[in-house]
Nanobody, 115 residues
Framework: QVQLVESGGGLVQAGGSLRLSCKAS????????MGWYRQAPGKLRELVATITSDSSTNYADSVTGRFTVSRDNDKSTVYLQMNSLKPEDTARYYCKADRMFRAYWGQGTQVTVSS
């Protein structure tokens, strides 16, 4: 079992930056593939970025070049650095951990980008 707690969301103006954190507990963090997803009102949850247990990364086209995902296994934490934020980035951002066909989700953190 893995527990995930996201933090770092908030209100920011377009062009600004935020850094999201997701702290994991309950299992061996380094073994898990981690991901950030987001869901805007009335829309499906979508992938933002992933980072595997060996730190390979993948990004949605919409955030490539603006967002960076990273992990600190010593702190059991995954980060999402978001730069050049746009109003269309407004959503609730969720952290996901998966391994061996099991997935765990956090409760999310709200990001609102004003124009």
């Amino acid at each position: 079992q893995v527990q995930l707690v996201e933090s770092g969301g908030g209100l920011v103006q377009a062009g600004g930056s935020l850094r999201l954190s997701c702290k994991a507990s309950g299992s061996i963090f380094s073994l898990y593939n981690m991901g950030w997803y987001r869901q805007a009102p009335g829309k499906l949850r979508e992938l933002v970025a992933t980072i595997t247990s060996d730190s390979s990364t993948n990004y949605a086209d919409s955030v490539t070049g603006r967002f960076t995902v990273s992990r600190d296994n010593d702190k059991s934490t995954v980060y999402l650095q978001m730069n050049s934020l746009k109003p269309e980035d407004t959503a609730r951002y969720y952290c996901k951990a998966d391994r061996m066909f099991r997935a765990y989700w956090g409760q999310g953190t709200q990001v609102t980008v004003s124009s």
